[in-house]
Nanobody
């Protein structure tokens, strides 16, 4: 199984990004998927979940600003980030929920003016 996140970059506060996570070797439709992030010096945290039926739930810190979606046919999970804040700076990863798979490549999001 490989989980490869992409789409990160440098963005100003208030800006937006869309992250993608391509899953190979995993039947996406059989799994609840999550986006996680790890900020410098902090533990990895779960920021949002999308269930097999595409219901979503978010951490309080990102609720109303982040949106998860999935395209099972493309084996891809997305995270749309809006109204970004400096405290959103982190490496973002995707994995199942709970995180059963080996962590793949994350993508760095830096929010700074």
């Amino acid at each position: 199984v490989q989980l490869q996140a992409s789409g990160g970059g440098l963005v100003q506060p208030g800006g937006s990004l869309r992250l993608s996570c391509a899953a190979s070797g995993l039947r996406l439709s059989d799994n609840a998927m999550g986006w996680y992030r790890q900020a410098p010096g902090k533990q990895r945290e779960l920021v949002g979940v999308i269930t097999r039926s595409s219901a979503t739930n978010y951490a309080d810190s990102v609720k109303g600003r982040f949106t998860i979606s999935r395209d099972n046919a493309k084996s891809t999970v997305y995270l749309h980030l809006s109204n970004l804040k400096p405290e959103d700076t982190a490496v973002y990863y995707c994995n199942t929920v709970p995180p059963f798979q080996t962590w793949g490549r994350g993508t760095l999001v830096t929010v700074s003016s």
